[in-house]
């Protein structure tokens, strides 16, 4: 196997107060983005608003659509059906009967050699929006129960369920709270984006905590920070060519994938950063932190 370090002996528990700060810097940064500075931009998805469809007779750039309509003042999503020549357009809290009609009167007039036709018009109203918001949640929330109840049970251990769910919601609010200071749209793309990273990050996790059950077996004379350390270091070639990999194939994404999954790449791309992150510098010094307590308690009693 390809390894980038043949043998490392970095200090991870010892410096894990460090990086819970660098950790607890980054979550109060996204706290007031979120809640007191530019909140979350919802997308078409979320907050309600007009969908048009049109049908090409020949393939149009997304790029010329998009130049089209925002010449007169219309910002929109698009996405793009090359096979079939469509072309998704989505206004968020538009008119549905003005807004179809005024963007059918600019692609005709600023697009004259390329007659279209209108496959569908579809309002999404806040009713909606706030049911997909209220999903989305939840999504979210019975993933981590779930998470917790599958690690605590194939760990024995509820706290490694514990450590690996806190480490699971560091990464996703932190990426929420990116596209809050960047004020990215999010929408039903990026929650999958989310729940995506939820499972890159908590498979992650699973690696190193696998190394240290293992570890716990074979060296029983050392403590339990040495036995930390040396599973973090012993997986660390595995966890950086992985995450060197992942992340190439999302750059290409990310430049290289368009308008449509740029928000999607995006998400992902900085989520598996910032995931690779907690899995070497949250989920495991949590699991000691407990355990050194939890030791200090019973000495006390």
Not at 252 to 270: Q, R
Request: hydrophobic share 50%.
């Amino acid at each position: 196997m390809i390894q980038f370090f043949k043998k490392t002996n970095f200090d991870f528990v010892g410096i894990r107060k460090v990086f819970f700060g660098l950790s607890g810097t980054l979550i109060l940064i996204s706290i007031f983005s979120i809640f007191f500075h530019r909140g979350l931009n919802y997308g078409i998805d979320f907050t309600g608003g007009t969908l048009v469809q049109l049908k090409f007779s020949r393939h149009i750039p997304l790029s010329d659509v998009r130049s089209v309509l925002s010449k007169n003042g219309i910002n929109c999503e698009l996405q793009d059906f090359p096979q079939q020549n469509s072309i998704i357009i989505r206004i968020k809290k538009g008119a549905d009967e003005d807004i179809s009609k005024k963007i059918v009167e600019i692609c005709k007039s600023d697009i004259p050699n390329n007659p279209f036709e209108l496959e569908r018009t579809e309002y999404v109203g806040p009713t909606i929006g706030k049911h997909l918001i209220n999903q989305a949640f939840f999504a979210l929330f019975w993933s981590f129960v779930g998470i917790i109840i599958y690690v605590a049970f194939r760990f024995r251990s509820g706290i490694w369920g514990f450590a690996g769910v806190i480490a699971i919601i560091h990464d996703v609010f932190i990426t929420v709270g990116l596209f809050s200071v960047l004020n990215r749209e999010i929408s039903i793309t990026v929650i999958a984006a989310l729940l995506t990273l939820a499972g890159y990050s908590i498979n992650d996790t699973i690696v190193i905590f696998d190394r240290m059950r293992e570890n716990l077996r074979l060296y029983r004379k050392e403590t339990l920070y040495q036995l930390i350390n040396r599973s973090v270091n012993e997986t660390l070639s595995r966890t950086i060519i992985t995450s060197l990999t992942v992340f190439l194939v999302l750059l290409s994404l990310f430049f290289l994938g368009g308008e449509v999954i740029h928000d999607f790449s995006l998400a992902l791309l900085f989520g598996v950063i910032i995931g690779s992150y907690s899995t070497i510098f949250v989920a495991a010094p949590i699991v000691y932190e407990w355990e050194i307590r939890k030791t200090a308690i019973k000495n006390v009693k």
